[in-house]
């Protein structure tokens, strides 16, 4: 009996529902509009941190967050990189100084911040889970730029800086904020269909009961 129990939970709990996708989508296509909102406010931001080479590495994580949200609120095996793909092609659609190559970085971002769910076996979903994604999206955004675009061209010393503060970026930024926005999400009611939503409700009322 509890073979054929673990039969059945464990295809149900990887197996994308209609509402996943929706969800997914959706918050796919409202962080692609952050990712070109971000865009446009990166010449300012960048010229900021000039007083740092390579400290503009500190913005990558503006355009990691999908893939890790969409993980985190979804919790199916392909939701980081699905969620951060989509986030690439809406912000490519509307119109970035970066053209295609958008959506060649939003693969392999996505891939990125897929790899720290999957390390995990698609178990942890907490802070562990969703630091180590945005960490990976970052390592994989730091070497996208650091070989394939202008900061390439730069010193060796100044591609370090760069890398390292897209890794921190991508823990704080897309790995943090995520985990916060999900949170804030669940406490809403807004993922009540979602583990995510069920789990913050359990904690609650376990603490209630306690209490």
């Known amino acids: 009996m ?18 996943d996708i929706v969800v997914a989508s959706v918050i796919g296509v409202a962080a692609g509009v952050v990712f070109w909102l971000w865009g446009q406010a990166w010449p300012a931001l960048d010229s900021l941190l000039s007083f ?30 699905y969620t951060e793909i989509v986030a690439a092609v809406v912000s490519m659609l509307i119109g970035t100084q970066w053209g295609f190559t958008t959506f060649i970085w939003g693969v392999v971002q996505g891939l990125g911040a897929e790899l720290g769910f999957a390390l995990l076996a698609y178990a ?15 390592v994989a955004v730091a070497v996208l730029d650091t070989n394939f675009s202008s900061v390439a061209a730069l010193a060796v010393e100044v591609r370090l800086v760069y890398a390292a503060s897209a890794v921190v970026s991508g823990i704080v930024l897309a790995g943090l904020v995520s985990l916060v926005i999900t949170r804030a999400l669940a406490a809403t009611g807004a993922l009540d269909r979602f583990a995510s939503g069920r789990e913050l409700r359990a904690r609650r009322a376990g603490g209630a009961s306690a209490a």
């Open 52 to 81: 740092t080479p390579g400290l503009s590495g500190l913005l990558a994580g503006g355009w990691l967050f999908a893939g890790v949200l969409g993980g985190l609120v979804v919790r199916k095996p392909g939701a980081a990189l």
């Open 2 to 19: 509890s073979t054929s129990v673990s039969g059945t939970r464990t295809p149900r709990r990887y197996t994308w529902r209609v509402v």
């Open 124 to 138: 942890n979903w907490r802070l562990l889970g969703a630091l180590l994604s945005g960490a990976l999206a970052g």
